[in-house]
Antibody
Framework: QVQLVQSGSELKKPGASVKVSCKASGYTFTSYAMNWVRQAPGQGLEWMGW????????TYAQGFTGRFVFSLDTSVSTAYLQISSLKAEDTAVYYC???????????WGQGTLVTVSS | EIVMTQSPATLSVSPGERATLSCRAS??????LAWYQQKPGQAPRLLIYGASTRATGIPARFSGSGSGTEFTLTISSLQSEDFAVYYCQQYNNWPPVGFTFGPGTKVDIK
């Protein structure tokens, strides 16, 4: 069965960096784009962008350029989200999700809580 | 950027009753609209895509309708496990350059 398993929670200080992983199994990794979605505490869902798992080409949503980087390691069917120069407002749960033709298919990753606090 | 709005923000419904949730887009998204359910502490789950197609394993009590700018998610007879937050998402541009989610509708027990 399809699974997306994300790395565990992170506690970081402002200015630090974090790298979240999303390991896929149960399907051909390069057959589906991978999207990233952010959810701040008590808030709604915010689309961050996607990465083409064939070419590695990323596309970032407005507000997620500069400090956010999507990458892949296709040899281990894993997508990554790296955030640099962390700020308190980056505190959120980050989800990876496999995309069909726009819809984000189930199951999503379980989410990774990134907490930024001094 | 296409802006999505949802109404109401909160919907209080008794088990067994019908729930009707609305989603509106700031410009036409054709039928490129999905609905998700999220329960506390869980990742979202895809319910509907293409405005009206149920995703695999989704019960028939969930139905979607609409096109253009106005969409509706109907839950015909609410079960206890349906109390959750529901989000709509437009994906009119594909490959994606700007997907957007609505702010969500919380369905709680009356």
């Amino acid at each position: 069965q399809v699974q997306l398993v994300q790395s565990g929670s992170e506690l970081k200080k402002p200015g630090a960096s974090v790298k979240v992983s999303c390991k896929a199994s149960g399907y051909t990794f390069t057959s589906y784009a991978m999207n990233w979605v952010r959810q701040a505490p008590g808030q709604g869902l915010e689309w961050m962008g996607w990465i083409n798992t064939n070419t590695g080409n990323p596309t970032y949503a407005q507000g997620f350029t500069g400090r956010f980087v999507f990458s892949l390691d296709t040899s281990v069917s894993t997508a990554y989200l790296q955030i640099s120069s962390l700020k308190a407002e980056d505190t959120a749960v980050y989800y990876c999700a496999r995309e069909g033709f726009g819809e984000l298919r189930s199951p999503w990753g379980q989410g990774t809580l990134v907490t930024v606090s001094s | 950027e296409i802006v999505m709005t949802q109404s109401p923000a909160t919907l209080s419904v008794s088990p067994g009753e019908r729930a009707t949730l609305s989603c509106r887009a700031s410009q036409s998204v054709s039928s490129n609209l999905a609905w998700y359910q999220q329960k506390p502490g869980q990742a979202p789950r895809l319910l509907i895509y293409g405005a009206s197609t149920r995703a695999t394993g989704i019960p028939a009590r969930f139905s979607g309708s609409g096109s253009g700018t106005e969409f509706t998610l109907t839950i015909s007879s609410l079960q206890s496990e349906d109390f959750a937050v529901y989000y709509c998402q437009q994906y009119n541009n594909w490959p994606p350059v700007g997907f957007t989610f609505g702010p969500g509708t919380k369905v709680d027990i009356k």
